[in-house]
């Protein structure tokens, strides 16, 4: 990776931060056309991918959709709670929950090599805007 696919990929990272919900590799590339419109999608996909790789960015697989982390690096897998109203996604750390499913799926001699735990449900500002309304 050469300083341009650098360059590139911290536009990438500037784009997810700056919004609130996460967004398609699609929705990236519709952004950074707006500085760039010669930009060509495999270049996008391939920035997103060495961000995903350094965990600077997750992928929601449910969502086929990119957001940046929210917490400081992270060695296993965060668990992914997604707002089906509003569609902000909090992102939790809890190595030990990934123990506990790894250790369930072992009991049959599964080999666990990667977690993707998401969550969908409503935020709590959502579900405040149900009672109250
Ligand atoms: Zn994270
Ligand atoms: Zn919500």
């Keep these: 990776m050469g300083r341009r696919g650098e360059m590139l990929q911290a536009e990438v990272l500037a784009v997810l931060r700056g919004s609130e919900s996460p967004l398609s590799a ?16 495999p270049t996008v996909y391939r920035a997103l991918a060495a961000l995903t790789a350094s965990r600077l960015v997750h992928r929601l697989e449910s ?3 990119y957001m ?6 992270h060695q296993s897998a ?3 709670s997604i707002c089906d109203d509003c569609g902000i996604v909090e992102e939790s750390v809890a190595p030990e929950v990934l123990e506990d499913l790894s250790s369930v799926a072992g009991k049959s001699g599964f080999r666990p090599a990667r977690h993707v735990i998401e969550i969908h449900g409503v935020c709590a ?6 009672t109250s309304g």
């Design 125 to 130: 500002s959502c579900v405040g805007a149900e």
């Design 26 to 41: 699609y929705d990236v590339l519709g952004e950074l056309r707006k500085t760039r419109p010669k930009i060509a999608p």
């Design 78 to 80: 965060s668990i992914l």
């Design 63 to 65: 969502l086929s959709a």
């Design 68 to 73: 940046a982390c929210q917490s400081d690096c």
